[in-house]
T-cell receptor, first 114, second 113 residues
Framework: EPEVTQTPSHQVTQMGQEVILRCVPI?????FYWYRQILGQKVEFLVS????????KSEIFDDQFSVERPDGSNFTLKIRSTKLEDSAMYFC????????????FGPGTRLTVL | DQQVKQNSPSLSVQEGRISILNCDYT??????FLWYKKYPAEGPTFLIS?????DKNEDGRFTVFLNKSAKHLSLHIVPSQPGDSAVYFC????????????FGTGTKLQVIP
């Protein structure tokens, strides 16, 4: 069964450093998403991406964040200068062609900012 | 901004009995609702969904009920199994857009053998 994969599973970084989280969505999906879950809190929408551009973003997704689909398979989230409060699980998701097609989530990357 | 609320952080149920997980929402624009299950160290796994034109959707042991007037939905699991022990997230979005899914805070279900 196709699945969304994410690398790395755990990333530790120093405050102020840049990190890139990587995702490989399901191959025939057209919509891509990033969510995050701070420990003990709910899963929060960050951004959606379609047709090579951001389609919607939340207030969390400020100028420190960017997304890119550098090739036909990868989808990345970059945090330019990490802060302590960026420590969280980051989940990538993808969905098919319809507006109500199910979003399938990857296993997540745990980001720890020291 | 708690547009989707799950007021019970945890629930314990005996194996074989019914589990009922509840969810309330405040945004009347939401027209598509989902339940996701999440195990530790894994991403959310889709369980079942319902659109606002329906009031019930069933898939095997899982049934979701939607009461639009009360802005309330519930997930019924019958019979509950130990493997169902996980955190269950209620979620919602406005269809026709880009699926900006809003999640609830989750309910941790423990099914006791």
């Amino acid at each position: 069964e196709p699945e969304v994969t994410q690398t790395p599973s755990h990333q530790v970084t120093q405050m102020g450093q840049e990190v890139i989280l990587r995702c490989v969505p399901i191959s025939n999906h057209l919509y891509f998403y990033w969510y995050r879950q701070i420990l003990g809190q709910k899963v929060e929408f960050l951004v959606s991406f379609y047709n090579n551009e951001i389609s919607e973003k939340s207030e969390i997704f400020d100028d420190q964040f960017s997304v890119e689909r550098p090739d036909g398979s990868n989808f990345t989230l970059k945090i330019r200068s990490t802060k302590l409060e960026d420590s969280a699980m980051y989940f990538c998701a993808s969905s098919g062609v319809g507006s109500t097609d199910t979003q399938y989530f990857g296993p997540g990357t745990r980001l720890t900012v020291l | 901004d708690q547009q989707v609320k799950q007021n019970s952080p945890s629930l314990s149920v005996q194996e074989g009995r019914i589990s009922i997980l509840n969810c309330d929402y405040t945004n009347s624009m939401f027209d598509y609702f989902l339940w996701y299950k999440k195990y530790p160290a894994e991403g959310p796994t889709f369980l079942i969904s319902i659109s606002s034109i329906k009031d019930k959707n069933e898939d095997g042991r899982f049934t979701v009920f939607l009461n639009k007037s009360a802005k309330h939905l519930s997930l019924h699991i019958v019979p509950s199994q130990p493997g169902d022990s996980a955190v269950y997230f209620c979620a919602a979005y406005l269809s026709g857009g880009y699926q900006k899914v809003t999640f609830g805070t989750g309910t941790k279900l423990q099914v006791i053998p």
